[in-house]
């Protein structure tokens, strides 16, 4: 009788560990991204749409959200104030939208080609920067909101090619393009990526003028988040960094699925614009020279100097390596020399 007693006390306390322990682990709660987009919805986010939708994101454990850009959103406040974790904006913010005690950093340059080029029509006597002497340019300035990028880039290009400005009528800026249409503006600022595909599909024959050929390397669409935030959050935005260049990796050799993807944020019914904006884009984000998002030291230097010649810095930046880490991308790619 002992030995069963005892039996009996030994299979119901094992019964009882089992009814004890959980059958499956616990699943960590994923980590949460905020990620600000430059503008609308569109297919120049793709690599972020299939970086959640393939489940990059879910593999790395995180729960990334999506926060529409448009004109009235400022990327970089968005940062400042708290609003999103990381942002995709113009690589010229870094540096033109320090903020005391909320610095901004650098963590890829997903456009490693700035999108800006200045366009003229096929037809006029308009080849290179030395024919703009005479003309008018729909640059806008940088007191009335206009194209800042594309600012910034014609007065570098300008100085570049010595020709200057004193001979040039500078317009307001107009995405519609309408006086450009007119022939009231001689040559507009445009991405390749965007208002070039709209003034080509109204038959519009035109030549490109790329700053980058003259020796304007400036990145463009750069991934940025806070000192603060990246100091708190490195293993976060690791992962999430990982993830995004997994996903632009797949955007690249999936062209279809970039703009399957897109479609389903874009409000946009217009898949054949999509199409071609994306197609437009890949090779910015893939150079061939290397990997999705690297940068480099003397890139970020060439603006600096630039921005800083032009007199939209005012001071030089004390430590360029305090705009950018190159940190989290050569964990990511590990065997890139630089």
């Not at 600012?151 to 570098?156: G, L």
């Not at 984000?285 to 970020?300: C, D, S």
């Amino acid at each position: 009788m002992t030995n069963r007693i005892a039996f009996l006390f030994f299979s119901v306390v094992v019964l009882s560990l089992f009814a004890c322990s959980p059958s499956e682990p616990e699943e960590k709660p994923r980590d949460q991204v905020r990620l600000q987009l430059k503008w609308l919805h569109q297919a120049q986010f793709a690599g972020y749409y299939l970086a959640l939708e393939k489940g990059f994101y879910a593999d790395e454990n995180l729960h990334v959200t999506f926060i529409e850009g448009g004109h009235d959103i400022d990327q970089c406040e968005q940062l400042v104030y708290g609003k999103a974790d990381i942002a995709v904006t113009a690589a010229e913010t870094v540096f033109l939208r320090q903020t005391p005690g909320h610095p901004l950093v650098a963590l890829a340059a997903i456009y490693q080609r700035s999108a800006v080029v200045f366009v003229a029509k096929k037809q006029s006597a308009i080849r290179r920067p030395d024919d703009f002497t005479g003309k008018t340019i729909a640059v806008g300035n940088m007191d009335s909101g206009g194209f800042v990028e594309a600012h910034v880039q014609f007065q570098a290009l300008m100085q570049k090619v010595g020709v200057g400005t004193a001979g040039i009528t500078v317009a307001p800026y107009d995405m519609l393009y309408a006086d450009f249409l007119a022939d009231i503006v001689d040559v507009t600022p445009s991405y390749i990526t965007g208002g070039v595909i709209k003034l080509r599909n109204q038959g519009v024959d035109l030549r490109l003028i790329w700053p980058g050929d003259y020796g304007i390397s400036f990145y463009c669409d750069t991934l940025v988040t806070s000192s603060e935030y990246l100091k708190n959050n490195r293993d976060t935005a690791l992962r999430f960094l990982r993830a995004t260049l997994k996903g632009w990796q797949y955007a690249i050799e999936h062209s279809e699925e970039a703009v399957d993807a897109t479609m389903q944020y874009t409000k946009s019914k217009d898949r054949k614009m999509q199409l071609d904006m994306h197609e437009a884009q890949i090779p910015l984000v893939h150079t061939g020279l290397y990997p999705i998002g690297w940068m480099q030291k003397e890139v970020w230097q060439d603006m600096h100097d630039l921005l800083l010649q032009q007199g939209f810095l005012h001071q030089p930046v004390v430590d360029i390596n305090a705009i950018f880490t190159s940190d989290l991308l050569k964990t990511i790619y590990p065997s890139v020399e630089k």
